[in-house]
């Protein structure tokens, strides 16, 4: 397998990944399920999921949505514009990544589960996370990286790593505002990115 566009990244993220605990989600999602939160977890919500033409492989429709909506969030407010308006697709971005590493496909779809359909007590929020706006989803993340949980702070670091990689390997982050050796030293990628 060629180390791809990915490569340099790509190791943490699959360490992220590799930390989301199976028996820790899947207490999480029998919780979820007996709210009645799974029934509708493939489709994505309307106008939120893969463009026309898009076949996805590794990412359901809903986790498609859940990482283009983190990707925004994590990117700062003018990376979640240039999501929001298609310029950016992280979407699709970690598609080609989860192509060639599809063993951190399933940690990925059950972090981005936990991510959309969680509620409080475990986040602070009672949406899914694709309903929420950039603030809300900003303290959703903020909560999850500051978690007393284990599981939580798993899913920070899993979802922050592939949205992150999958943001700046979208082909209209390349820009050279978004270039990450013109970021300056001590500043923050959301921060750089912020108007």
């Known amino acids: 397998m060629s180390p791809g566009p990915f490569h340099p990244a790509a190791a943490q993220t699959r360490r992220d990944l590799a930390a989301l605990d199976r028996r820790g989600f899947l207490r999480l999602a029998g919780l ?69 590493s599809p063993d951190v496909a399933g940690p990925l779809g059950q972090g981005l589960l936990v991510l959309e359909f969680a509620v409080w007590p475990f986040v602070p929020k009672l949406r899914p996370f694709t309903a929420l706006d950039d603030d809300a989803r900003r303290a959703v993340l903020a909560a999850l990286m500051t978690s007393r949980l284990a599981l939580g702070r798993q899913v920070f670091h899993g979802v922050r790593s592939v949205s992150l990689l999958a943001f ?19 500043v923050a990628v959301a921060d750089a990115v912020a108007e």
């Open 168 to 186: 700046y390997g979208a082909a209209g982050a390349q820009a050279p505002d978004f270039a990450v050796g013109r970021i300056p030293p001590g």
């Open 32 to 100: 979820a399920a007996a709210s009645g939160l799974l029934p509708a977890c493939h489709d994505a919500p309307s106008g939120t999921g893969p463009p026309p033409g898009l076949a996805l492989r590794h990412l359901t429709p809903r986790g498609y949505a859940v990482l283009n909506a983190a990707a925004g969030s994590v990117a700062g407010p003018r990376g979640a514009a240039l999501v929001r308006s298609g310029a950016v697709d992280p979407g699709r971005a970690a598609e080609h990544f989860l192509a060639e």
